[in-house]
């Protein structure tokens, strides 16, 4: 099993930036990719950005292209979500997910994830 754990969320005006962390433990050296998702309030959870577990692959969605960027420290088995420049519409739970399946991934499919954490709540006011 892999277990991971969100931090970094928090009350931030228009136009400021969060860093989210993933910690990742457990069973780490099976996890293929990781991505982050949000989810708002009445909404269905949408796929912001992933990257490969061992490599520099990364994919984001058009929402996060520009303003955020993924990384990870596989040393720490930690992912970032660096997000600047936020908005009122980021406004969500964001959370982190694992994928176990090595091969092609559909990064922005919920189903691909084997692991979440809890989530970590972000508020961007205007």
């Known amino acids: 099993q892999v277990q991971l754990v969100e931090s970094g969320g928090g009350l931030v005006q228009a136009g400021a930036s969060l860093r989210l962390s993933c910690a990742a433990s457990?069973?780490?050296?099976?996890?293929?990719?990781m991505g982050w998702f949000r989810q708002a309030p009445g909404k269905e959870r949408e796929f912001v950005a992933g990257i490969r577990w061992n490599s520099d692959v990364t994919y984001y969605s058009d929402s996060a292209k520009g303003r955020f960027t993924i990384s990870r420290d596989n040393a720490k088995n930690t992912v970032y979500l660096q997000m600047n420049s936020l908005k009122p519409e980021d406004t969500a739970i964001y959370y982190c997910?694992?994928?176990?399946?090595?091969?092609?991934?559909?990064?922005?499919?919920?189903?691909?994830?084997?692991?979440w954490g809890q989530g970590t709540q972000v508020t961007v006011s205007s």
């Open positions: 997910a694992a994928d176990l399946s090595w091969g092609s991934i559909r990064w922005s499919e919920v189903y691909e994830y084997d692991y």
């Open positions: 457990g069973r780490t050296f099976s996890i293929y990719a």
